[in-house]
Every structure is written in C-alpha cells, then in structure tokens.
C-alpha cells in the first residue's frame, strides 16, 4: 500500500495530546521490532523499490502511522520512509500544504 494525497492517515491510536512525543508514538510503532535499514533503502527505483514497498507494507499497518508522519514532517526527515512515505512524496505534500495556506489567505 502507498499513502495518496487523497486517502487521509487516520492514527486510531492517538487519543491524548502527548501523543507526538518520542514515547508517546514511538513506543507503539510497528516497526519496532523490524531492521532500520528497511526504513532507509538505496533510493526508490529499481531493487529499492521492493525495500519502499516493504516498509509501506508495515507503515500501512501501524497504530501510529499518522504521528510518525507528523514528526517527520514537522522535523524536515529527508530520508527514510517514515509514516508510509518516500522522501519525495513528503516533499509534495509540503508543496501541496503550501500551496493550500496561499490560496487561503
């Protein structure tokens, strides 16, 4: 599975504000218990893609997907699949959410 800019993550596990702390997602995360280099393939083309599909495929069952997304937003993760995302696809949805603010002001 792949995030769409059309399917919203819903995080059901967030339920209280302190939820974006490290021990508050992080704790819950479903990759916990997976090897990181999973999460931070040589790229997204070729024999990484089957890496990117793999990790989506643990993102895509996470508790806290959402959270993980937030944080890696929030702090600018350039590499890494992070909840449910390549690098690339964070940078649309930071394109896109700039692009959402101007057309409201």
Avoid at 12 to 40: I, K, M, Q, V
């Amino acid at each position: 599975m792949s995030f769409t800019l059309g399917r919203p993550v819903v995080d059901r596990a967030a339920t209280h504000a302190g939820d974006d702390s490290d021990e508050g997602w992080r704790g819950r995360a479903a990759c916990r218990s997976c090897n990181p280099d999973l999460f931070f393939p040589a790229g997204t083309t070729g024999a990484a893609w089957q890496d990117v599909q793999a990790a989506k495929a643990v993102c895509a069952v996470c508790p806290v997907q959402s959270s993980c997304l937030r944080f890696a937003l929030r702090t600018c993760q350039g590499y890494g699949i992070w909840g449910g995302t390549t690098e690339d696809e964070r940078q649309a949805l930071r394109r896109w959410a700039r692009r959402m603010r101007a057309t409201r002001v």
